[in-house]
């Protein structure tokens, strides 16, 4: 079935269109969600919520962009709206450190997927989530001040020390790696 036909079943409330829906989109959504959860039952959870927000949103969407782009924006939606609400943003501001021009670079360091994932479930929940939205999702920084409700300078800051840990926390696993 082609994504418009879908897109119709779903408005209408056919149970089979909304799961063929979700069987092909949750694994991408699971992803992106698990990037800025840790806990598996959290990411389900959020996962559910936005596939709830989706259905619910279907007839707003215009097809003036991908459909995929606009799921995944509600899936990051979700998740920043799960970490607000329960409070578990842990900004963490180094004062020292704010002015040291970072440069992040990985020579001879070859990392998988999983790897770079396991790592970032190891920073704290504001460094991730900024470094997951900017980094990743391609956020400016006024943006995710905006949806994180923090100043530009926070985020900017935030990205800056969740590189420096990021760069800490690979040297690290390196290390294990090879003893």
Not at 3 to 9: A, E, G, S, Y
Not at 40 to 45: G, H, K, T
Request: with cysteine; hydrophobic share 35%.
């Amino acid at each position: 079935m082609d994504l418009k036909q879908l897109i119709k079943k779903c408005i209408k409330g056919e149970r089979s269109a909304q799961k063929e829906m979700y069987q092909h989109y949750s694994p991408v959504l699971y992803a992106i969600i698990k990037r800025y959860l840790k806990s598996e039952f959290d990411a389900e959870d959020v996962l559910i919520e936005t596939f709830m927000k989706i259905y619910n949103n279907l007839s707003k969407f215009r097809d003036e962009g991908s459909f995929e782009g606009w799921i995944k924006k509600i899936a990051i939606r979700e998740s920043l709206m799960f970490l607000r609400r329960n409070k578990v943003f842990q900004m963490l501001i180094e004062v020292d450190n704010l002015l040291i021009p970072q440069k992040i670079t990985y020579q001879d360091e070859e990392l998988e997927y999983q790897d770079i994932l396991d790592v970032l479930k190891l920073l704290p929940v504001g460094y991730r989530t900024v470094f997951n939205l900017y980094e990743i999702e391609g956020y400016k920084h006024k943006e995710i001040a905006a949806q994180m409700g923090i100043s530009t300078n926070t985020s900017k800051s935030q990205l800056r020390l969740a590189k420096q840990r990021l760069r800490k926390l690979i040297k690290e696993q390196n290390r294990t790696n090879t003893a």
